[in-house]
């Protein structure tokens, strides 16, 4: 069984050691436009103090993403921050999806993101962006104020404009039961049409 | 056995056959998932008999051949004490990183001292062993 | 103003800013989703 996660319910979840240790909390998911996978977890500290901290979780290193907490091996595998990879979190909202507009390839606006759905295999090896939950603008053929919209397996992203293909308003869902076979039924017409 | 069951049991000298102690708490190996020792209270000696000096842990008692194997707690068993190194209360999260509930008592083997599972506050019990014992949480993998 | 009138003063800048830290701190905890840098657009990023 994969499942299907909103990224706002992965970030500020604490990141805990085997041994037992919280030793920081998600704070961004960093994933590379081509294939849509997340690659890795800019962190914060935890505790009513706590900033950024100047390590990231490479998705490899995570042991198990679950309800409550993210787990890994001990402290060791957080590795220095890349560089540019905290680029974006501080310059503002450049680099950042949530907040950017959504427009499909034939021109139609269909929102702003408001949050992003991810796709996590049963053993927790790999975990891809499948779909964006959008606040609509009324281009989309709904009166619904948030609508989820599945993602094509290569996608064109800029932080400024998300581009997606004119056929996704026809796979448009509004809870993510049922989600999952949108997504499925949406890259398979894609794979019809080459 | 649990825990709650063992607090308080008499520890008995099999050389004299008089009490030495009494069973107050547990120190958990987490790298094991095995009781390192039994904290000792009423003991003329120290607070600390570790699992390898005990005789045989029995149902009503505890036994040693010894009143002195109980002794003051070497290094390795202060490491693991200690408020934050406690099992019971505590939050257990599972290995999967779901959190199972709070602990309030501990199964163990009383031949071995294994962890064999942990009592949570809604009186579910998870079998497994302990993979951890943090500030955070207790590492829970279970079977 | 008599003396504990500074102290009140005193306590409350004092509480002001640390409520302000924490704000300031939650604020700059609170994630989002970003778009690797080190991959910006390339010919298998546009369709």
């Known amino acids: ?194 | 056995m649990r825990f709650s069951q063992a607090r308080g049991q008499k520890i008995v000298s099999t050389s004299t056959a008089g009490t030495v102690g009494r069973v107050s708490g547990f120190v958990v190996d987490p790298s094991t998932s095995r009781i390192a020792a039994v904290r000792v209270k009423k003991a003329a000696s120290g607070d600390t008999l570790p699992w390898t000096d005990i005789t045989s842990f029995g149902v009503d008692a505890v036994t040693v051949d010894d009143a002195a194997r109980i002794t003051e707690a070497s290094e390795k068993i202060a490491s693991l004490s200690g408020r934050k190194r406690k099992v019971i209360g505590r939050r257990v999260l599972s290995t999967a990183g779901n959190e199972l509930g709070r602990s309030s008592d501990v199964e163990f083997d009383q031949e071995s001292g294994a962890v064999t599972a942990i009592v949570l506050n809604d009186e579910k019990t998870a079998t497994g062993k302990v993979v951890g014992i943090g500030s955070y949480a207790v590492v829970w993998q279970e079977d | 103003m008599p003396w504990w009138g500074w102290l009140i003063v005193a306590v409350v800048v004092i509480v002001l800013i640390v409520v302000g830290i924490m704000a300031i701190q939650a604020r700059r905890r609170r994630g989002g989703v970003l778009i690797d840098p080190k991959r910006p657009k390339g010919p298998e990023n546009t369709p």
Request: charged residues 20%; glycine residues 12%; proline residues 5%.
């Open chain 1, 1 to 194: 069984m994969t499942r299907l996660l909103r990224t706002s319910e992965i970030t500020g979840r604490p990141v805990v050691t085997l041994a037992g240790e919280d030793v920081a909390q998600i704070k961004d998911v960093v994933y590379a436009p081509g294939r849509g996978r997340v690659g890795a977890f800019t962190l914060a500290g935890r505790g009513l103090f706590a900033g950024p901290l100047p390590v990231a979780l490479a998705w490899s290193s995570v042991v198990a993403l679950g309800n409550d907490a993210v787990m890994i091996a001990d402290e060791e595998v957080l590795a220095p921050l890349e560089q540019g990879v905290d680029q974006p979190a501080t310059s503002g909202r450049q680099g950042n999806v949530l907040g950017a507009r959504v427009l499909t390839d034939t021109g139609t606006d269909l929102g702003l993101v408001a949050d992003v759905i991810v796709q996590v295999s049963e053993d927790d090896s790999a975990c891809e962006v499948v779909g964006y939950e959008i606040e609509s603008s009324d281009a989309a053929g709904s009166q619904a104020d948030t609508l989820l919209i599945p993602l094509p397996e290569t996608l064109s992203a800029s932080g400024e404009h998300l581009i997606v293909p004119g056929s996704v308003t026809k796979f448009v869902r509004h809870d993510l039961a049922g989600f999952g076979a949108a997504i499925e039924g949406f890259r398979s017409h894609l794979g019809g049409e080459d």
